[in-house]
C-alpha cells in the first residue's frame, strides 16, 4: 500500500495518536449541548434502544435528534479540518463533509463488533479522527489492535478536549458493552491525502452517498 509519508507511514509511525485541542477554539461538545438541552452524557435519561449492531447502530432517536444538529457544528467541524487536521497532515486533504455521531448507552454498544473500516469500501489511505464528546470508561471507549493484524486490543484513553487519530481503515477496532452509568457520545470524520484519494461509486452504509468529493468528501488545501 501507498502512504503518504506526512500523511500516514511518518504521522502514525509510532502507532495512534491522541492530541489535546482547545475546546475554546472548536467547542464540539458546547454545540451538542446546546442543541439537546442536556449534556450529552445524559442521553440515556432521555433515549433508550435495543442492543445496537450492524445495520442499526445509527438508528436511534438520540441519533435523529444529534442529526438535526444546527449549521454552527458543521462550522466548528470545517474550522477544526482547515486549522487543526490541514497543518497535521502538511498537504491537501480530502475529508468528510458530515461527520459521524455514535451513541453508547449503558449496557449498550456504540457500534457493531470489531471492524476495519475498509471492509464497507473507505478508503485505505483514510486517516480517522475520532472526538469523545462526554467523560469516558474503559468499557465505553474505543478498543483498538495493539499493532495492525495482532488481533489482540486495547483501550485507547481519550477524553473531551482531545482527538484520537488512527488507521481506521487498516486497524481492527470497535467497543465492548458499556458498564459505565452515563451515555457515551462522540463524534468521528475521515480524511485522505488528496494525492492517494480514489473516487469510488460505492455507496456509505447509512446516508448512503457515493464515496466521492462533492458527495461524501469535501476537498481542502492549505
Known amino acids: 500500500m501507498d502512504l503518504a509519508p506526512t500523511a500516514k507511514s511518518k504521522l502514525l509511525a509510532p502507532g495512534p495518536l491522541v492530541l489535546d485541542y482547545d475546546e475554546d477554539r472548536w467547542p464540539f461538545r458546547q454545540v451538542v449541548t446546546e442543541h439537546l438541552g442536556f449534556p450529552p452524557e445524559q442521553g440515556d435519561r432521555h433515549f433508550s434502544a435495543p442492543l445496537l449492531g450492524r445495520g442499526t447502530e445509527q438508528h436511534t432517536d438520540m441519533h435523529k435528534a444529534l442529526y438535526e444538529i444546527s449549521d454552527s ?22 475529508y468528510q463533509r458530515i461527520p459521524n455521531f455514535r451513541v453508547q448507552f449503558p449496557g449498550n454498544l456504540g457500534v457493531r463488533g470489531m471492524h476495519r473500516d475498509r471492509e464497507d469500501g473507505h478508503d485505505v489511505n483514510g486517516l480517522n479522527f475520532w472526538l469523545p464528546l462526554t467523560p469516558l470508561e474503559e468499557s465505553n471507549a474505543l478498543w483498538m489492535e495493539i499493532a495492525e493484524g495482532a488481533g489482540e486490543h486495547r483501550c485507547v484513553p481519550c477524553q473531551p478536549g482531545q482527538v484520537l487519530v488512527f488507521d481506521g481503515a487498516n486497524w481492527e477496532h470497535g467497543n465492548r458493552i458499556s458498564t459505565a452509568s452515563t451515555t457515551r457520545v462522540s463524534t468521528d470524520f475521515r480524511v485522505v491525502p488528496a494525492a492517494l484519494f480514489a473516487p469510488s461509486s460505492q455507496r456509505s452504509m447509512y446516508r ?15
Not at 73 to 94: A, D, N, Q, T, Y
Not at 208 to 222: A, K, N
Open 73 to 94: 457544528f458543521r462550522e466548528v467541524h470545517r474550522s477544526f479540518v482547515r486549522e487543526f487536521v490541514l497543518p497535521l497532515i502538511g498537504e491537501p486533504v480530502v
Open 208 to 222: 448512503d452517498v457515493e464515496f466521492s468529493v462533492g458527495s461524501y468528501y469535501e476537498e481542502m488545501s492549505p
